[in-house]
Nanobody, 124 residues
Framework: QVQLAESGGGLVQAGGSLRLSCAASGRTFSSGVMGWFRQVPGKERQFVAAIRWTGVTTWYLDSVKDRFTISRDNAKNTLYLQMNNLKPEDTAVYYC?????????????????WGQGTQVTVSS
């Protein structure tokens, strides 16, 4: 019904920057929340950031709040995550996700749609 496709991951040194993109296609929703999660092997999927598809409200994981910025381009059906001052502990597979309502925005299981993930690796 809704397809999400992440891109922009790669290998960077600590202190570097990356911008992730998430392109939505299919019968996309015009309201709700879009977010970014990340996961490393053996660990639970972790909330990173989220934004309402309309309005200005955003949410961030505390450890990335001063370094990452989530944004959107509604006309292009695209979500972005600008990541600055990357640290080795940011290394993970990053997933784009969407949900139709405005509840439980930091909970992975609350989301309705997921992308395939893009690898981000930060070397020390």
């Amino acid at each position: 019904q809704v397809q999400l496709a992440e891109s922009g991951g790669g290998l960077v040194q600590a202190g570097g920057s990356l911008r992730l993109s998430c392109a939505a296609s299919g019968r996309t929703f015009s309201s709700g929340v879009m977010g970014w999660f990340r996961q490393v092997p053996g660990k639970e999927r972790q909330f990173v950031a989220a934004i309402r598809w309309t309005g200005v409200t955003t949410w961030y994981l505390d450890s990335v709040k001063d370094r990452f910025t989530i944004s959107r381009d509604n006309a292009k059906n695209t979500l972005y995550l600008q990541m600055n001052n990357l640290k080795p502990e940011d290394t993970a597979v990053y997933y784009c996700a969407g949900k139709r309502d405005f509840q439980s925005v930091t909970v992975a299981r609350a989301y309705d749609y997921w992308g395939q993930g893009t690898q981000v690796t930060v070397s020390s």
